[in-house]
């Protein structure tokens, strides 16, 4: 079975672009969390996705923004980019239940100058 | 807030020593707890979860957690350490009953086991 699929690994982006990043969850998961992690702010929730639809959302700028697609693949989209978003984003898989665990991809790695 | 502490920032244990990573919570409400390990350039492995009923929580690679409602803590324990155990984890929680998939972490902690 594959894991979650992130893609691109890497990127380097310059302030004031955009950028998108991609997440395949697991075949079956319907449900796809991101969160961003650096090592000053650790690991913090940007928002889930199921069934197409934004269910909750982190204390997040309006900058970041996401979409799911039928198949239940996810973007993950950041506006006007900032030096203080160069993160680790990683994307989270899971299945609905809440007792169920989240399956994380290796993450993308957003370098921002 | 609800939160979670690791309250160590980093735990050295020598080879074959049992190891302790502790954890905290401060939630109103019943979490569900989660540990997860992180490898360098890699995302989060899950390692264990408790959800409801026998408090000892047995894991992957050997790990089990112990549940402890009064005390509110979920420590992480490995009866014999490796070396390849060395990488950076991570206590988690999500609350029941809010519809709220959202893992709230710790700050992590870093075990390092020498040979």
């Known amino acids: 079975k594959a894991g979650v699929t992130q893609t691109p690994r890497y990127l380097i982006k310059t302030r004031g672009q955009q950028v998108t990043l991609s997440c395949s969850p697991i075949?079956?998961?319907?449900?796809v969390s991101w969160y961003q992690q650096t090592p000053g702010q650790g690991l913090q929730f940007l928002f889930e996705?199921?069934?197409?639809?934004?269910?909750n959302k982190g204390n997040f700028p309006g900058r970041f923004s996401g979409r799911q697609f039928s198949n239940s693949r996810s973007e993950m989209n950041v506006s006007t980019l900032e030096l203080g978003d160069s993160a680790l984003y990683l994307c989270?898989?899971?299945?609905?239940?809440?007792?169920?665990?989240?399956?994380f991809g290796q993450g993308t790695r957003l370098t921002v100058v | 807030a609800q939160s979670v502490a690791q309250p160590e920032d980093q735990v050295n244990v020598a080879e074959g020593n049992p190891l302790t990573v502790k954890c905290t919570y401060s939630v109103s409400g019943n979490p569900y707890l989660f540990w997860y390990v992180q490898y360098p350039n890699r995302g989060l492995q899950f390692l264990l979860k408790y959800i409801t009923g026998d408090n000892l929580v047995k894991g992957s690679y050997g790990f089990e957690a112990e549940f402890n409602k009064s005390q509110t803590s979920f420590h992480l324990k490995k009866p014999s350490a490796l070396v390849s155990d060395s990488a950076l984890y991570f206590c988690a929680f999500r609350l029941m009953d809010t519809g709220r998939r959202a893992l709230t972490f710790g700050s992590g902690t870093r075990l390092q086991v020498q040979p």
């Open positions: 075949s079956g998961h319907r449900s």
């Open positions: 996705y199921f069934s197409e639809t934004q269910r």
């Open positions: 989270a898989s899971s299945l609905r239940q809440q007792n169920t665990e989240a399956f």
